[in-house]
């Protein structure tokens, strides 16, 4: 991934500042932003002379600094940004973000720039291990800025704060002081041809792709899985239309494997094609997951459209992204309550936790008609006289609500309609997930359904928990009792830390600390931890707040609506779906383990009193919540397990301590 413009510090300071500049304008076109020419090239015009002066002062106040490298706007794809210029000593790289012209320090500013040193030290492939300082240089800085004190040894330093005059000094000062920390050498070339392997949230995947680039350029190797997966579901879409099939065909994978992610590289695949050759258009039952999906794409779109001159409204926008990011109950009520005997515009769709589709009593209740939703969504694509393709992304261990049979029921509705074939990975049939222990699916789909095998439909690798590919085995063994395992595994999660708090306060203290950046935090208790009220939790985020959900994704830190704000939590039907960097998951009384017992106790508070559950459906959803909780976080969480008040009934102290104990013998630090 090259940067714009590349030199040592000594050519850059004698070469020709109008070259330089020409050079910058012919990548910047390269890379698709023509439309911004104008601005960006007047931007660079200012500030290549601040640039050139500061590093000039370095170059006279130490020769050495001549060979060290610098790169001018090096790309960061994931972020859709540039880093301004980074300089590249032999033991520390300088991300330095230039605000021209600004007096004040801006706090978005200051985590912006932090971003791109995190950025750079999780995707950047040269970068995990190497000691960065991430500097914000407001270069008309009018007063001094109160700098917390260095702390050299951590791998990003805190964000140091200059003026244009003082930012030679600022760099050497830093070097200097920090060379005793880092025992390596940092050759600045090879370091530039190393890769950049980013993952992307579900978030920025969907604004990059909808924003007309690459998805591979915001994906990561590891994850080639998730493309070669995507590539297979687009061919057997095209030979489902070229040989006129009616065909069903099923993506299976672990929580934050990057089924969405599939989904949405799907449609963006085929978002050029007629209805003819199979345009796709995306659905899903998750109302959250929907609507900041929908928001976030309107927001980046409309901002774009302001950057471009472009007079765009965001209720327009809205509108008309709703053709393409779909709720599925508008769809359905679209061809079943508008439209009745007409096919849809789309020839396929991709169906989004399709396990969670809902059974014949819900189909009754919603729109009169005795079918589960894949009998409901079949018989309309079915109208098509040529040839439909259903996409089903299912997820393991995410039936989270009553009226949710899991897989079983798509395979019941193909016995009723034998004109359909699936193509399906085996442990859409079998009920596996790929780990030991573990049913993915109530009972699969029956044996009696003709199934053609594809194991190329199967995402076996997590990418949501980038720092550890085994966080999904750790939650699977602490649900199913199996601690020992659970520990073993929990020293292979390398950097992606798990600890338990006893209290709310140190919660929101922990993850405040580890939320740098732009990075995302926010807290998430079930629907039925009713008595979290106790400890000052009784604001949840309900799927009727839609305004509220797309906030409490979407704004950034400093807004009280945030999820980064730490006041309401998020249950398990607005989170599930979604992701943020760290959680904070607020363990509850309906999901307990008894003193001097064993296994977990599944339990509904009625009136004053928890209530043992024995419904073995209703015990499977308690248990999915919390499956759900504990792979939400991409880096890390913080489970607070409360304390309990020996005068309260239904906050008995020894119950939340023998979840407290059963937790550390599964490897949680505490």
Not at 346 to 369: M, P, S
Not at 519 to 533: D, Q, Y
Not at 557 to 582: I, K, M
């Amino acid at each position: 991934m090259p940067a714009y413009y590349k030199n040592t510090l000594r050519g850059f300071i004698s070469e020709n500042q109008k070259i330089i500049n020409n050079d910058l304008i012919s990548h910047y076109t390269r890379d698709g932003f023509y439309q911004l020419l104008g601005t960006q090239s007047k931007s660079w015009e200012d500030s290549l002379p601040i640039i050139y002066d500061a590093l000039a002062e370095l170059y006279h106040c130490d020769k050495s600094t001549g060979e060290w490298g610098l790169l001018l706007e090096y790309p960061l794809y994931r972020l859709r940004k540039r880093i301004d210029l980074m300089i590249i000593s032999p033991n520390r790289l300088f991300i330095i973000e230039l605000k021209v012209g600004a007096t004040e320090v801006g706090s978005i500013d200051l985590r912006q720039a932090e971003e791109y040193a995190l950025d750079l030290r999780d995707f950047h492939r040269a970068s995990h291990d190497l000691p960065m300082s991430p500097i914000l240089c407001c270069t008309n800085l009018k007063k001094n800025y109160m700098q917390t004190i260095p702390d050299y040894n951590l791998q990003v330093q805190p964000v140091c704060v200059t003026s244009r005059s003082n930012l030679a000094e600022l760099i050497l000062k830093i070097n200097s002081q920090a060379s005793n920390c880092f025992g390596g050498f940092i050759d600045w070339e090879s370091w530039e041809r190393a890769s950049y392997e980013p993952v992307p949230t579900i978030i920025e995947a969907a604004t990059t792709i909808f924003a007309g680039h690459s998805v591979e350029d915001i994906t990561r190797s590891e994850a080639e899985n998730l493309h070669s997966c995507s590539q297979e579901v687009v061919r057997l879409i095209h030979e489902a239309r070229d040989m006129g099939k009616k065909r069903i065909i099923v993506v299976t994978g672990v929580p934050g494997a990057g089924k969405t992610l599939a989904g949405l590289h799907v449609v963006h695949q085929t978002k050029d094609e007629s209805n003819s050759a199979g345009r796709v258009i995306y659905l899903s039952g998750n109302t959250p997951l929907v609507l900041v999906i929908r928001e976030a794409l309107a927001q980046d779109e409309y901002n774009r459209c302001k950057a471009n001159g472009e007079k765009k409204t965001i209720g327009g926008i809205r509108h008309k992204l709703k053709s393409r990011i779909q709720h599925i109950n508008d769809f359905l009520k679209q061809y079943y309550l508008h439209t009745l005997n007409e096919p849809p515009f789309e020839n396929a769709i991709v169906f989004d936790e399709a396990q969670r589709a809902w059974d014949h009593k819900h189909g009754k209740d919603k729109f009169g008609r005795d079918a589960s939703e894949p009998e409901l969504i079949m018989n309309i694509m079915e109208r098509h006289q040529n040839w439909a393709a259903i996409v089903c992304l299912v997820g393991a261990g995410q039936e989270i609500n009553v009226g949710e049979p899991g897989m079983q029921q798509w395979g019941d509705a193909l016995i009723k309609n034998p004109a359909w074939e699936m193509v399906a990975p085996p442990n859409a049939v079998d009920g596996s997930s790929g780990t030991a222990g573990t049913a993915l699916f109530k009972g699969g789909v029956p044996n009696s359904v003709r199934v053609l095998y594809n194991d190329a439909l199967r995402l076996n690798v997590p990418i949501r928990s980038y720092r550890s590919e085994r966080v999904s085995e750790w939650v699977d063994a602490v649900l199913e009792d199996r601690p020992d395992v659970a520990r073993e595994i929990s020293i292979q999660l390398g950097d992606y830390p798990i600890t338990l708090v006893r209290s709310i306060n140190e919660c929101r203290k922990m993850l405040k600390t580890h939320t740098r950046g732009i990075r995302r935090c926010g807290l998430l208790a079930s629907a039925g931890a009713v008595r979290l009220v106790a400890e000052g939790l009784g604001v949840s985020l309900t799927v009727q707040e839609k305004d509220k959900i797309a906030h409490w994704y979407l704004k950034p830190h400093g807004d009280y609506r945030s999820s980064n704000s730490l006041e309401v939590t998020a249950n398990e039907y607005t989170s599930q779906g979604l992701e943020l960097d760290f959680t904070g998951i607020c363990w509850g009384g309906d999901f307990v383990r008894e003193a001097g017992g064993t296994g977990w106790c599944f339990r509904r508070l009625h009136k004053t009193t928890w209530q043992n559950v024995r419904d073995q459906n209703t015990r499977r959803y308690i248990l999915n919540k919390y499956r759900v909780f504990l792979t939400r976080a991409r880096e890390g969480m913080v489970l607070f397990v409360p304390e309990g008040d020996s005068g309260d009934s239904t906050r008995v102290p020894g119950t939340y301590d023998a979840i407290a104990s059963y937790l550390k013998d599964c490897g949680v630090a505490f």
